[in-house]
Structures are given as structure tokens and as C-alpha cells.
């Protein structure tokens, strides 16, 4: 079985590279399952109704999020009754959509996928190396392998928590920095493990955009209206064959440019 | 001119990898000088003279530095008689040491080094944005290339300071995640640029550190009193190839892991 | 003479507290020059040119502002014209609208006033520190006195910028917190200090915003939309007595409280 | 019952603030039960088993703690054999010590303390908006009275924390900031409120180091080993008078100087 696992689509151009890359993907990597992060597919920010169903029309079968979950309010009204949709796991008791799900494999069986954020750099929310420990838990005989995207900033946050759930995790897949990391690895008891998986977007912006607004921002220190940057998209992604007993038998790094 | 930049070299691991892997890198890519980041090369935090000279000796042609710069406090009474060692350009001015300085290749050409900390996520530093246009004005005619080591965090930060000198520097080079980053390119104006080199020091730890003693403090909170790790050592580099008209021709991502 | 410098005036219920209270303050304490902060007078966040013109209008001398500055993004049209408004002096060189400018008291002095930022968990501005000292030499001969709103957040940054000035600035009182602290004192070598005058507004939110939407945030972690809150409104102010060679003399804490 | 709260202690001038002004506040306000926080009370960082025995002993009947409870290891040692002693309650389940104890007052009632953390500009915690709820839950039946010290950066954290509890405490008191706010006030729910206590210690330092310390750290960036600065002391405090019904009826400011 191959999971593909594709990195932060940030707005239309991310969305027209899953468009128009992905099938060849799915087929040039025999891919099984993709799971995609969508925190920035609508506009840069956020995840509309109609963009979830757009990306889960297109062969994707899990989307999930990160610190950008909320920020087109709509999500409030569908997360809840959009199954394949997954928010970081971490945020608390209460918050609205779920923070991990049971798939079926096509070959029967059954894939956990489950959102975290890190805290480094970042927001407040629980503890994601306790949270995973209670999930692992109660995934016990109810999940053959466990694929998580940790959504963080900082590197040793990142790293940490792959070696905290090596051999208890099938993948942990780092998003958030939208660059590609060179990391990727098996780490020794079975985990597939990558910092940073990058961005599905457009590639000669700042993380998607618009690179005159980004430097206009550094320069001036004063508020800069962000648009999504145009000319050649990129999709990045892994690929993940699943192994015996839980475990990841490979990853591969995958990057695709086109020039549109 | 082949240009070979050492990411991050940690504590006595990182030191071993240049000892033992440098010399045949050198040969391998007919490397003709040597740029490394030594902020972490005295037991994971900052550099002493000893090692100054240990480095400088083993085949590295100038040193760059990043947040941990004075770490140890021996530093402030060499750094100012060491013309091969710099630090953040931008610190303020009257800072002990140099933030850039130019030296002679093999070919008789001159290239400029020049070392810069971000300010996302870091101390609050003057404006390398800002800075770095003043130092290019005052390079012209006495420099043929300009290297960048640009120590940051956030990758938004890094990616738009590559735009920025897009053109007007050979590379940028981006130092401090101790994790390789996949998205080396040449940019459009002819510039070098990776987000980050990444570390050279012992791989399966945390940013070099025990990844034990990181854990612990992730999940506990408490302080931690961190050691180097020890295993299998990695040297993180890029080689930079010297174009025409002060550009860069190519750059390519070296990682090398050495089992020990 | 008898400065009065007021604290954040937020939105409605802040300019309604300088509109009923201002001008039995100005009686009662024998007022000659107004300052105030005017950074959250326009629905909380930034500044209108209608409000600027109100609040100039009604016995205000001079605004200065802070890390809000620019939210209101009609401010760039109008804070080059306008010679009463200052933002912060440190942001970079080129920034619309002026850190600092020298008034006319009633009594024939001329008074400086200058607006900084602090950097500590704030935006990365330049030095406050460094570019202080140059202000007060470019001072000498031109201002009797000079009066500082320091704009920060850590009380570190802001104490440290108090003694930093000691005998040579009138008075540095410290704003953005939203409360106001009891350590007004005269430092010893003359500087009227207080870490923070505190804010003008509604006094039963959470810094003037609805206690709800706050509150609402913290548990969730979902982002709010903030309203300015209502109820009883109060007016932070400091009271400083000019006294000889630009040092001051007294000062005082004043906080009004009104039912509506 | 009149209850005493002292702001942080720091170091050597702290103590000799608690020895020599802790006697007279007593008589002079009728205090029958006083809390105290020492996160710095050890050389400015920390608490030793020493200094916590000497501070008990002199009359102070509960220790409260904050960001730098750890920075002294041997308080491991100690704090769970120390039933006067507790730390901040929203560190992960499992950490050694308590966050909060009920104590018997001189007539007879039980009085609930706990202490917590702050998370906006500080480590990542458990929430304690919701751990406090819990915390009240569970103290029902068994204490009469509930007093918080908040440990925290953020005004906007300590005040939405007032509001939180308001009705459901006794008294919550901000600290961290070492310095006293003046917006001391019972809530009308019957909570008594102030944001920040302020410090205990040396008058004359920023936050109790001294102050070419930190103005040389500011200006220069670079490191700088602090020492607790000397001069006049002062005692920041409060006294809350405990109410019927769990209530606060009063809570008024102390700061007490004295040179040295
Ligand atoms: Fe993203
Ligand atoms: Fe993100
Ligand atoms: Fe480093
Ligand atoms: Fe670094
Ligand atoms: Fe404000
Ligand atoms: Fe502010
Ligand atoms: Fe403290
Ligand atoms: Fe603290």
C-alpha cells in the first residue's frame, strides 16, 4: 500500500497543481491513499465548504489542518459533519470537528490519520506528546498502521515527537514551514518520519505568497495586505509504503514544478 | 571556483565529521574554500579559541557564527584578532568582531562572506534587510562574489531575504535549523539559495542534542541540562559553483552519514 | 507647568471618557499641555483622521501612538500633514509620519516629545536605545524638555529604558499594557517614571475589549472577533510637574472612574 | 481574617525586606495568614530548601512559585516533602509538588491556594482557565475560601483570568511582572483583583538585577550574567480582608520602602 501525503495547498494555485498533478502522481507512485493539508487552500487561509468537497472530488481521501483551521469561519459549519476532514488533535476538549479517524485501506485494512499542532513558536493549545500517547492507546486493536501530520514550527519540536512515537507511529510527516526538509528517513524502530513535507503552491512567492508584499512587509514593518503569488506551481509531497506490523517500509521525497 | 558551505558544525561529533569527512568531500568535489558555521561547534554552544584554530586547521577557510555566537565568553578575546571568523552583520554597531569581510580565491577573485541573524522568533537585531543593501553598495569594485550565511528561523523570513539580494549576492545560505532543506535552487537573477544547510554532528538526536534529555523536556517541562549526542555522525553542506558576473552557476545539497 | 499625559484612549467609550472628563481634569489639576495615546482610538484598533481631528479638537495637544499605528489603513494619507500625531520613532528610517517633535508650552519653553516601540515580545523595530541617544543630542539647544511615551510590553525593556534616560529626559511613562502600574516615581537624577499610565476606556473589559470574546479566545483557542466593551468608563492619566533644567518635578497618578 | 500577600522575593534584599519590614506589616495591618511568592528568592532564580525553611520560619505560612520554580534543581529534592510549598498547578500531571493545598486559618476556615501560570509569552502549560474550573469543582465542601496567584506576562491572560473566576475565588493577585499595578479592585462577584503584586526586593534594579546589567544587555545583545542589584528595598504586597461567603470585602496596596 502507498500513501501519498501531500504538503500545505495554499489557495487556487495549490489547488489547480493537485488539478493537474496529482492523477499522473497517483499513477506514475501506484498510490493507494492520499492525504492532503489543506490550512491554506482557500485564498491562502482557511478551508471553505465547496473547496473541501473540490479537493475531496479530486482523490484526495483525508484533508488535514493546522494553526490556519479557523480562519474562514464557514468551517464551523461543516467540520463536524465532514468525516474526512481532521483538525490538530490537540486543541481543547470541546473544539469543534474530530483530531483523528479510522480509514479503510482498499486492501481492507484499517489506517489511523491524526493532526497535531506543535506549541514552539506557536499557539497554546495541549501537550501533543501527551495527547498522542492517550491516542496510540486507544487506537489498540482497532487500527493496523498511524499516520500523523505534525503541524509545528520548530525543528527539535518536530523531531522530537518523531522519535517520540518511533515504532509506535507508521509516519509522522511535518507541514507548516511550507519548505521541503531533506530529512526524510526510517527512523530504527519502523517510523517513516519527515520535518517538513513544503507546499503545494505557487513556488515563487514567500510560502505561497506574493514575494513583493513579503519583503515590502520585512522592510517597512507595516501591515501588507497578502495575496497569493502567481507563475509556476509546485506540488510537494511523500510518498509511504506501508510495511508489516504497523511500520513504514519506505519514504520518498516528491517535488513537481510546472510552469503555467 | 567550487564554494563549500558546512552547516552547523555540534560539539566534538560534528568536529569528528569535519576531521574525517572533509578531506575526502574536498577531493570528491574539487572543493577550492570553505565556509562552515562554528556557533555550535564548542560543546553544542558557542566556540573557543581551541576549536577556532582546530577548525582553521582541519581545511576551513573562514567561519560564520548565528544566535549562540557568545555563547562561551572566550570569545570576545580572539574574535577581534581572528580575521577568519565572523559574526551577525547585524548586531549593533561597536559589537566585538565582523560581520563580513573579504577574502582571496584560489583564482585570485575575491569573495565577500557575510554573516546574518534573523529577527522572527529571535533577538531583536537591526534590520539584515536594511543592512545588507548597505553592504552591498559598499562591496562595489572590491568584491567579485558575495556569500551569505543567513541564520534564521522562519522560513518566510529566509526565502524573502533570497528575493531580496536576488541578483545582487552569489548565495544565500540559510543556517539554524540544523535540518537540511530540500529547496536549493538557482533564483532567476542568478543567486544561490537554500533555506537551510543544515547540521553536521551526530544524527540521531535532537538538532545534535540527546534526543532522551530533549524529550524529556518537551513532555515534562521541567529544565533539562542537554549533552551532545553520540551514534552515527552526518556532515550537512552544500557545494556552490562560481558563475560569471558575480552569479552563482549551481548548488548542490551534500549529506553524508557516517556510521561510527 | 502641568503636563498631563493620558493613557490608551480605546475606541468609543475611551473618546467619550476624554469628552466628559477631560475638561474637569484639565481644571482640577491646573493642566497646560495635553498628550495622549491614541494608538486604539478608532473602534479599538488604529487611528481615522476624523478621530485624530476630534480628539485634537477637544484639548489635546499632541497624539503618539504604537505598535497599533497603522491598523486603520487611512492613517498613511493623513500622518505626514499632521505635525501634532507621532508614532514611534524607531521604526525604520523612511516611515511615513514623524517619531518626534518639539511644542510650544504656554510659557514660552519648547517641549520634545517623542514615541518609541519596545522590542521584547513586540514587532523587531530599531534600538529604542540606541536611537534615544541620538534624539537627545540632536535635542541640545532646541528643547527645555522632553517627554517620552515608551510604548512596550515587558517591564524589563521599559524600567531599563527609564534608567537608561535618568537625567536626561523629563519624563518617560510607559504605555500599551492597558493597566496602570504604582510605581510612579522621580528617578534620582530627575526623569519622571512610571512603567505605565494604563488605558482610557471601558473599565470593565479586558483592555477595553468585551470580557466575553476574551475570555471566549482563551478557552477555545478559536479566533474572535473583538468588540469594545461597555459599562463604566475610566480615564488613566499621569499628572508630571515641569521643573528646572528639564528635569521634573512631581508625578502623579490619575484614574477617574465614571458609571454611564 | 486579613490575608497578606507578598510579590515576588527576590534574593538576599528580598529576604532582608521579609525580615526586617514582614514584622511591623503584620501588626500594623492585623494580618492573620501570610502567602508569599519565592520563585526568585534564591540568588534571583529559585528556591533552595534553605531559603524556603527561612522564609517559613519568618512568619510567612505558604510559598507560592512561577516560571522559575525549577531554576535551583535541588528544590526536586524538597518540594513534595513540603506541604507549604506549592508550584504552579497547570505543569503536566506528574509533576513533582503540588499546585494548590487548603490550610486552616486562625479561626478555624479552610483556605484553598493554588498557583498557576500564565501561557501567552511564556512555556506551554496546560490551560489553566480550564484547569481552574476543575480545581474549584473539586474543592467544593472542603474550603471555605480560594485564593489564586496567577503567574503571568499578559495583562489581557490576568485579567480575562479575574473575570473567569470571578465569584468562584477569593481573591486572584497577578505576579511575574514585579512591578504593582493600581487596579486593585473586588470584582462584583465579590472577587479581589490586582494584576500584578510587584516585587520584593531591591528598589533600585530592573525587575531586582541590576541595572548596568540588563541596559547593557538591551544595548549590546549580548549575554550578561545578571547579580541582584542593591540599595533601598522594598516590600510589594496586598491585603485581602476575607468576606462572608467565600467573598473578599477588601483588597488594598502596600509598598513599603526602606533604605539601606
Ligand atoms: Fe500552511
Ligand atoms: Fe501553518
Ligand atoms: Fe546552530
Ligand atoms: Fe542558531
Ligand atoms: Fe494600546
Ligand atoms: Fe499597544
Ligand atoms: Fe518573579
Ligand atoms: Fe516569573
Given at each position: ?124 493549545l495541549e501537550c501533543p506528546f501527551q495527547h498522542v500517547g492517550r ?68 513556488r515563487d512567492g514567500v510560502l505561497g505568497v506574493k514575494k513583493e ?25 511523500v510518498l509511504i509504503t506501508l510495511g508489516l506490523q504497523g511500520k ?13
Open positions: 500500500m502507498n500513501l501519498l501525503f501531500i504538503g500545505d495547498i495554499v489557495g487556487k494555485p495549490g489547488r489547480k497543481a493537485v488539478e493537474e498533478l496529482l492523477p499522473q502522481v497517483r499513477k506514475s507512485y501506484a498510490v493507494d491513499f492520499v492525504i492532503a493539508n489543506a490550512e491554506n487552500a482557500a485564498g491562502g487561509n482557511g478551508l471553505t465548504r465547496d473547496i473541501a468537497h473540490e479537493l475531496l472530488g479530486r482523490g484526495i481521501d483525508v484533508l488535514t489542518m493546522g494553526n490556519h483551521t479557523w480562519d474562514k469561519r464557514e468551517i464551523l459549519d461543516f467540520i463536524d459533519s465532514e468525516p474526512k476532514l481532521l483538525r490538530p488533535a490537540n486543541y481543547p476538549v470541546g473544539t469543534p470537528g474530530r483530531g483523528s479517524a479510522i480509514f479503510t485501506l482498499p486492501n481492507g485494512k484499517h489506517l489511523a490519520v491524526a493532526n497535531y499542532c506543535g506549541r514552539i513558536f506557536m499557539n497554546p491516542l496510540i492507546e486507544s487506537l489498540r486493536g482497532k487500527a493496523d498502521y498511524l499516520f500523523i501530520d505534525f503541524h509545528a514550527e520548530a525543528t527539535s519540536e518536530k523531531i522530537a515527537f518523531g522519535w517520540h512515537v518511533n515504532g509506535r507511529a507508521t509516519a509522522v510527516v511535518g507541514t507548516h514551514t511550507h519548505v521541503q526538509t531533506a530529512d526524510e528517513r526510517i527512523l530504527p524502530a519502523g517510523t517513516a518520519y519527515i520535518s517538513d513535507v513544503g507546499m503545494t503552491g505557487p508584499l513579503v519583503l515590502n512587509k520585512f522592510i517597512t514593518q507595516l501591515p501588507v495586505r497578502f495575496e497569493t503569488a502567481t507563475g509556476p506551481i509546485q506540488m510537494n509531497a513504514a517500509e519506505k519514504i520518498e521525497r516528491i517535488n513537481i514544478i510546472k510552469e503555467v
